[in-house]
């Protein structure tokens, strides 16, 4: 029997769907890319507006969320989605990091927070690899 975490079973029940909300367009098109090759669906945003109304809309997975959108900041676009649905993993971006978005971002519950460029990854620029492993069941 194979064996699949909380994490990805509840990005089953959720279609595969992953909100990339990020205003920078090339950016957000890599992501896309990326996510397309790891068989998930995928619903972008490029400002806070377009992605409340998506959370709003659909169940999601995973909300890869950029911490300075126009119009909102992902941090209500986080707490929308965990209003919605609590097990919603969130990865948060963003090119301006400080310790203090940080912490808010991680209390708010955020799964991670990441800096832009995604070096964090070595070789890889995605961040869905790491999160849908299951080493970590």
């Known amino acids: 029997m194979e064996h699949k975490c909380n994490k990805e079973r509840h990005l089953e029940a959720a279609g595969g769907r992953v909100l990339i909300a990020e205003d920078e367009d090339d950016f957000r098109k890599l992501l896309t890319r990326h996510a397309f090759r790891h068989g998930l669906q ?19 997975g995973v909300l890869v969320l950029d911490i300075y959108l126009p119009s909102q900041t992902d941090l209500e676009v986080l707490r929308a989605g965990l209003e919605k649905d609590p097990d919603v993993q969130a990865i948060m971006l963003t090119a301006q ?10 209390r708010a ?21 790491e999160l849908l492993s299951t080493a970590d069941c």
């Open 109 to 129: 519950g955020a799964y991670d927070y990441l800096t832009k460029p995604l070096d964090s990854f070595g070789s890889s620029i995605c961040p869905f690899p």
């Open 42 to 60: 995928i619903v972008q945003a490029a400002d806070g507006e377009c992605a409340l109304a998506a959370v709003q809309q659909h169940p999601f």
């Open 97 to 106: 990091a400080s310790i203090e978005t940080a912490v808010e971002a991680l």
